[in-house]
């Protein structure tokens, strides 16, 4: 594999004074929950990992990084840093990798991951020539693991307590072994947690040093307010200055991270946050272009007239010259499987630039508008409304109120 160390500047501090890098928002969901994170979306205001303007799709990712490489050429290294975690959302994670690669086949691509879900995609990003990975870990004691993170989970199985930290401590040292027998760079990332794993990090150093990692960055605590970790005082630098210098005994120290953004772009430190959300909702708009269709909740084909949460499946139009017409009707994604079922649901009808519906809950409704969706919540003749859509028109019509029923609970339905 081609390494090229001096042009990121992540892993070489004298090259963050040249070439920039960008961070493609694709990866919304996580797998599992530190208890120092709280990960937020359309927010220009914090500086830090989880935190995003925009979720996009892969196909936006690629439209947001045109923009983002005519605006700031010295763009060297894609990445794919969250808001959740890469391989919590790996189709769409490795869909942006591949879209990336063939388009800018000289581009560093590297992502960050928490490793719990890695493992089954280090052959493809190998192939893929993806470079640089980092793996974030806190501890490699299950005990002091149980402290840091509150829950991990794969598919519908739920670890907890020392269970979870066992589980992703061996993913973890597994997915960084894995990582180097592939010839890839590997950054190890660990959160420093006064109290709860400050006279951990020299172990958690040596061990992946004597697995072959490449570099360590100690990150202090960031206290985000309403998390279990809120309360606790940052790291002073004097603390993490002393505590480095023991790491640092085992193996190479980062120096200058600026603890990035999942949306961030540009220089490493550079405050461009407005000039980002712009480029990030451009490149949502932009997408429609390649969105020709529509998707409608409807009965009979004929009336926007059913809840989303009610759908077992959604009318498909397309425009033809003057004239509306039914391509298709699609199985929606079956219930009960929560926050799931609407990511599928976006992948669905991901070629559809507008989602129209008699009723949607809150939570499908941020999901799917994460997703780069326009969601019309209306009632009347379908016909009328795709006039709207398709000229770019507010649609404004009166909508019955939905009344949850008992079969629902919550459950995937959409009201919640």
Not at 61 to 83: C, F, Q, R, T
Not at 219 to 244: C, K
Not at 314 to 340: C, N, S, T, V, Y
């Amino acid at each position: 594999m081609k390494i090229d160390i001096e042009r990121h500047p992540c892993f070489n501090a004298k090259s963050r004074h040249e070439h920039g890098r960008v961070h493609l928002p694709v990866a919304p969901k996580c797998n599992i929950q530190c208890n120092f994170c709280d990960r937020k979306y359309d927010c220009a205001n914090e500086t830090r990992p989880g935190v995003t303007s925009s979720v996009l799709t892969p196909r936006q990712a690629l439209i947001y990084l045109d923009k983002m490489m005519e605006l700031k050429p010295n763009i060297s290294v894609v990445g794919i840093a969250g808001p959740g975690d890469p391989f919590a959302n790996p189709a769409e994670t490795m869909e942006a990798l591949r879209l990336v690669r063939e388009k800018y086949p000289e581009m560093i691509l590297c992502l960050a991951s928490n490793g719990f879900g890695i493992a089954p995609y280090i052959d493809e990003l190998a192939e893929l020539e993806v470079s640089h990975v980092t793996i974030t870990m806190n501890a490699i004691d299950p005990e002091i693991a149980a402290k840091v993170y509150a829950w991990a989970r794969e598919n519908k199985t739920i670890y907890r307590g020392e269970q979870a930290g066992a589980e992703l401590i061996e993913r973890q040292l597994a997915a960084v072994k894995a990582i180097k027998e592939k010839g890839m760079i590997a950054k190890v990332n660990m959160i420093l947690i006064p109290g709860v794993n400050d006279h951990h990090v020299e172990a958690v150093a040596k061990a992946v040093s004597e697995l072959g990692a490449d570099l360590f960055n100690l990150m202090p605590l960031y206290p985000v307010a309403n998390t279990p970790f809120g309360e606790i005082d940052q790291p002073s630098p004097e603390m993490v200055h002393e505590i480095r210098a023991k790491a640092g005994v085992h193996m190479p120290q980062m120096h200058h991270c600026t603890r990035c953004r999942a949306d961030a772009a540009g220089m490493l430190g550079e405050d461009n946050a407005k000039e980002i959300a712009l480029c990030l909702q451009d490149a949502r708009k932009a997408s429609e272009d390649g969105r020709p269709y529509v998707a409608v909740a409807s009965r009979e084909g004929l009336l926007v007239n059913e809840h989303l949460g009610e759908s077992e499946a959604l009318w498909i139009f397309k425009q033809d010259g003057d004239d509306f017409e039914p391509l298709e009707k699609r199985m929606a994604p079956p219930r009960g499987l929560g926050d799931k079922r609407w990511l599928e649901l976006a992948r669905t009808i991901s070629d559809c630039r507008a989602l129209l519906v008699s009723g949607i809950g809150p939570k499908p409704r941020s999901i799917l508008e994460q997703m780069g969706l326009r969601v019309v919540e209306m009632e009347g003749l379908i016909e009328d409304a795709l006039v709207s859509v398709y000229d770019g028109q507010e649609i404004r019509s009166p909508k019955r109120e939905f009344k949850c029923g008992q079969a629902c609970s919550g459950g995937g339905m959409g009201c919640a």
